[in-house]
């Protein structure tokens, strides 16, 4: 109950947020986000005994809209996998995130930002010639967000001109972001499992990226 508390009060505080903001016009077009990086599980040792290492590359995509000044929705799919001898991990996070994103005017090179928001988390521990059985993760998750957006059009001003008359691209930004995701509910990773080497999913972790951001 108190997880649930503390993902949804961050929500709320992302609205508040935006109401006393600085005056900036709402842009209407249409967010995409394409990045990659690394996750670190937070049960690092349990994580890296079973995979062999300790960070694992994932990449990810997210679509979003400024739905108040400074004010985004957005929807993000990530994909991880990551291989150990006998089988392997998959993890696929689908998330919906409110970020509040500090821009006070259209040409603003450095644009920091921060956001929450709800997850449903898919995984599996795939089956390989030793584990005749898979286990399966289905749960609901929360996550929170903070990043740097760096404006690329800041540096090219001609070609990001031609780019914007050619493609219909507003604005363009290089991204830094830290994303660290939880479940509501992890009581099931305590559960035994019956294969040795598989046991259950726990998502808990941290997700460091950099990525491409385009406005259309």
């Known amino acids: 109950m108190g997880k649930k508390v503390v993902a949804f009060g961050m929500l709320f505080f992302l609205i508040a947020m935006s109401l006393t903001a600085s005056a900036a016009s709402i842009r209407k077009g249409i967010l995409l986000e394409i990045k990659g990086g690394y996750y670190r599980c937070s049960d690092y040792n349990k994580w890296e005994e079973a995979i062999g290492h300790g960070f694992s590359a994932f990449g990810g995509l997210k679509l979003s809209r400024e739905v108040l000044k400074n004010i985004e929705l957005g929807i993000s799919v990530d994909y991880l996998r990551a291989n150990q001898r006998e089988w392997a991990v998959y993890l696929v996070p689908v998330g919906l995130t409110l970020t509040y994103a500090y821009r006070r005017s259209q040409n603003q090179v450095f644009v920091p930002y921060l956001g929450g928001g709800v997850d449903f988390v898919y995984g599996r ?4 010639e030793l584990i005749p059985e898979a286990s399966h993760l289905k749960e609901p998750g929360f996550h929170a967000t ?3 957006r760096i ?3 800041a540096a090219t001003a001609e070609d990001a001109g031609a780019f914007d008359q050619k493609y219909g691209v507003n604005n363009s930004y290089l991204v830094f972001e830290a994303k660290y ?6 009581d099931y ?3 035994d499992y019956p294969y040795q080497g598989t046991g259950y999913l726990d998502p808990t972790g941290a997700f460091i990226s950099i990525g491409i951001l385009v406005e259309f």
């Open 125 to 128: 521990t795939g089956t390989g």
């Open 146 to 148: 903070l990043g740097m």
């Open 151 to 153: 404006l690329l059009d």
């Open 181 to 186: 995701l939880q479940l509501f509910n992890d």
């Open 189 to 191: 990773v305590d559960k």
